[in-house]
């Protein structure tokens, strides 16, 4: 199978399409509803702003709060999508569609900013290697004060 990051949004549908047959699940305009605006904002949500964001969007589908985390985990379980956990404050969620990142998060007002750096990439593979170690996937989650946020203190 092709990488995520590689398929175009109709191959993305058939694979989903595939996962919810695999799981005895129903493909829903609901469900499309919620990948296509995963899709389409390479936002990063949580379960409560993509409902929302679904709602506004596709006024016409009674798409619950139910169906939304539904569908993310099970996208998230097929490795379609991945969290941030906020500890009590619950997950944000993108989909796996974007070249491997890392990211910075605020602790004062939330902001996630994402970034690449090959140095760091580079580091970590030899830091796997010197310790034997095969690495197969890794995420990296910076936190601290934003800009914005440090110039209000």
Do not use: W
């Not at 549908?13 to 305009?29: D, H, P, Q, W, Y």
């Not at 993310?72 to 906020?86: G, P």
């Not at 998060?105 to 140095?119: H, L, R, T, W």
């Amino acid at each position: 199978m092709k990488s995520i990051e590689s398929l175009s949004y109709d191959e993305l549908l058939l694979t989903f399409k595939t996962i919810l047959r695999s799981n005895n699940l129903k493909f829903t305009a609901q469900r499309e509803a919620i990948l296509r605006t995963l899709y389409d904002h390479p936002d990063h949500f949580t379960p409560e702003n993509l409902y929302l964001l679904v709602k506004q969007k596709y006024p016409e589908l009674n798409t619950g709060i139910t169906t939304v985390y539904r569908t993310l985990n099970l996208l998230e379980e097929n490795k379609l999508a991945t969290s941030l956990s906020f500890g009590t404050q619950g997950k944000k969620f993108e989909l796996s569609n974007k070249p491997h990142h890392d990211h910075m998060i605020c602790e004062e007002c939330g902001v996630i900013v994402e970034f690449e750096d090959p140095n760091i990439e580079d580091l970590q593979q030899k830091i796997a290697k010197k310790h034997n170690f095969k690495l197969t996937d890794h995420l990296m989650q910076l936190y601290g004060i934003c800009e914005a946020c440090q110039q209000k203190q």
